[in-house]
């Protein structure tokens, strides 16, 4: 069978989806629902980097139309890929696994198995589909990533850094062996009461392939039906999750798309949540991770730190922020209400997007211009995040949260944090000359 890759074989179905984008984009109402529905089934049969879009969009509020893209797409056949498992095994299947099942999971770049190995453990075998890399390499560039119009280019947003950081994290989703690593470093750093990483099976897997335990559950979706206090722990774990990922151990998973998550009850009846897919996983630094945690520390009042020398240390451009330089202690109180009040925190009464509008208007966009490159994904894992508490209805207390998951000597590091900004080599030469005493007269 000819592989469904072939980026010739693919170049009508791309062609359809930028202008049923435009289309999504121009209407409103009923109609577009219906365009944004029909743009998802485009992304969902081309599968590759035009999925990977619709499935960040799922993970955002008013995605619905895309949720789609995270559940029910129609796997390749197991014959398809039973060479290309073979080749990475290197040796017959049968003298690794008892029985392999069709697939009834597919994702953008790969889809899953359940199998079972000849000693009788229940298995899933991530596999990509044949040609994926190439073709996903050729529509970085046929495609673009993000157009450049707009406030994008009407406030100097320099793109060639986020298409770097976005095709190389692509790329390295494409790299099975090197997501092994990342799940087995994740399930080591990051210990959270109702939380269970698959487990990693050693000597089985390779760049195209990867074998990990075999994980019962049902969609995150299921949760909502919950019990108030069966939603309440699976919002908790959602949100220790990601905070001790940040915090105590600087790697977040990135791709919070409600496809990655399955919910289950323990014999005892607790709720457990697993998480799944470590193909893009962010690391945060020390100082960048020290210098988020102090200014929410400074939006409670508990550090006199200057905001703008805490997102200088984070990496954002000090020139582009000067505009709302005044604004940035305002802007923390909105960024960080939610850890503000040591009460259950609803997120509809947020109101984060109209706030942020309010207070700086059409120089919101200085803010995001400013920002280092890893803070798309950085808030992407925060979006998901909001996305599934809302749908689970559920109220959390952040600041006790927070606390527990840092532990009290980071917390103290943290209070006695002063941010030093990180200076780009032209900056740090500008300082220096300035003040070398070597300038003229």
């Known amino acids: ?47 590759g980097l035009p999925m990977k879009v619709g499935q960040f969009m799922a993970s955002q509020a008013g995605g619905e139309a895309f949720t789609p893209l995270t559940q029910t797409i129609d796997p390749l056949p197991l014959a398809v890929l039973l060479p290309q498992i073979t080749k ?20 953008s770049l790969g889809q899953v198995h359940r199998a079972v190995t000849l000693g009788g453990e229940a298995v899933a075998i991530k596999v990509q589909y ?121 790697t977040i998973h990135g791709d919070p798309h409600p496809g990655n998550y399955l919910v289950r009850r323990t014999a005892d009846g607790r709720p457990e949540v697993v998480l799944l897919d470590y193909g893009c996983i962010v690391t945060l630094s020390e100082t960048s991770r020290l210098a988020l945690l102090t200014l929410i520390l400074a939006s409670r009042g508990e550090s006199d730190v200057v905001p703008g020398d805490a997102f200088a240390a984070m990496g954002f451009d000090m020139a582009k922020l000067a505009p709302i330089n005044d604004q940035l202690p305002a802007l923390c109180q909105i960024l960080f209400e939610p850890f503000v009040t040591d009460r259950p925190f609803r997120l509809q009464d947020w109101q984060l997007g109209e706030r942020i509008g309010q207070l700086l208007g059409d120089d919101r966009w200085c803010f995001r211009a400013a920002g280092p490159p890893e803070m798309v994904l950085l808030i992407r894992a925060f979006q998901g995040l909001m996305t599934h508490l809302e749908r689970l209805q559920v109220g959390l207390a952040w600041w006790p949260h927070l606390v527990e998951a840092l532990g009290p000597a980071l917390l103290v590091r943290a209070r006695t944090n002063r941010p030093q900004p990180v200076l780009t080599p032209g900056e740090a030469h500008r300082r220096g000359t300035m003040g070398s005493g070597h300038g003229r007269a």
């Open 130 to 250: 044949p040609d994926i890399a190439s073709a996903v390499a050729a529509e970085m560039t046929l495609l673009g990533l993000l157009p450049g119009i707009g406030p994008v280019k009407r406030r100097g947003i320099d793109l060639t850094a986020y298409k770097a950081m976005l095709r190389a994290n692509l790329m390295l989703e494409l790299d099975y062996t090197s997501e092994a690593d990342r799940q087995r470093r994740f399930a080591d750093a990051v210990h959270v009461r109702g939380l269970r990483v698959p487990r990693v099976l050693p000597g089985l897997g390779g760049i195209d392939l990867l074998v990990q335990t075999w994980e019962d559950g049902q969609r995150l979706e299921t949760a909502t039906t919950w019990p108030d206090a069966d939603r309440s722990d699976v919002a908790r774990i959602l949100l220790q999750t990601l905070l001790t990922s940040l915090f105590a151990a600087g």
């Open 88 to 107: 990475t095994l290197g040796k017959p299947v049968a003298e690794v696994f008892a029985s392999i099942a069709e697939s009834g999971t597919a994702a």
């Open 1 to 47: 069978m000819a592989s469904p890759f072939n980026t010739i074989r693919r170049a009508g179905k791309l062609a359809k989806i930028p202008a049923a984008a435009r289309q999504a984009a121009r209407l409103d109402g009923v109609a577009k629902e219906r365009a944004r529905e029909l743009l998802a089934s485009l992304m969902a049969d081309a599968k």
